[in-house]
C-alpha cells in the first residue's frame, strides 16, 4: 500500500502562483511515477502532469503547458506541482496518483493509489 497526502491548496487570484505538494509513504517511493490530476465540478478527472520515478522525463496537458512544473524529491518522497500564472479555469481539486505500469501517463486507469484531494480556487 502508498498512501499520498496532497497539500498546498487555497484561494488565490488569477496571475498568482501556488505549489501543491504530494507526500507519499508505505512502499519505496521509486518505483512509482507520479501523476497529477484535477476534478472541477461538474466534470470528469482530467489529467494535468506526471513524472517518471527518476525524474528525468515528464509531461502536461496542453492547457498547463508553460505555466506548470512538475517535479519530485525522492529522498523526501515527495512530488510537486509548481504552478504559476494560474487562470480561473484552474480551479478544481488536485489529486495526485501513483503507479507502477509504464504507459500511457494521462490514463487515469492505470494509477494504483491516490490521495485524498486539495482544492485550489482562483478567482478572476
Known amino acids: 500500500q502508498v498512501q499520498l497526502v496532497e497539500s498546498g491548496g487555497g484561494l488565490v487570484q488569477a496571475g498568482e502562483s501556488l505549489r501543491l505538494s504530494c507526500e507519499a509513504s508505505?512502499?519505496?517511493?521509486?518505483?512509482?511515477?507520479m501523476g497529477w490530476f484535477r476534478q472541477a465540478p461538474g466534470k470528469e478527472r482530467e489529467f494535468v502532469s506526471a513524472?517518471?520515478?527518476?525524474?528525468?522525463?515528464?509531461k502536461y496537458a496542453d492547457s498547463v503547458k508553460g505555466r506548470f512544473t512538475i517535479s519530485r524529491d525522492n529522498a523526501k518522497n515527495t512530488a510537486y506541482l509548481q504552478m504559476n500564472s494560474l487562470k480561473p479555469e484552474d480551479t478544481a481539486v488536485y489529486y495526485c496518483?501513483?503507479?507502477?505500469?509504464?504507459?500511457?501517463?494521462?490514463?487515469?486507469?492505470?494509477?494504483?493509489?491516490w490521495g485524498q484531494g486539495t482544492q485550489v480556487t482562483v478567482s478572476s
Open positions: 496518483g501513483a503507479r507502477r505500469v509504464v504507459g500511457d501517463w494521462a490514463y487515469i486507469g492505470a494509477y494504483d493509489y
Open positions: 513524472i517518471s520515478w527518476s525524474g528525468s522525463s515528464t
Open positions: 508505505g512502499r519505496t517511493f521509486t518505483n512509482y511515477a
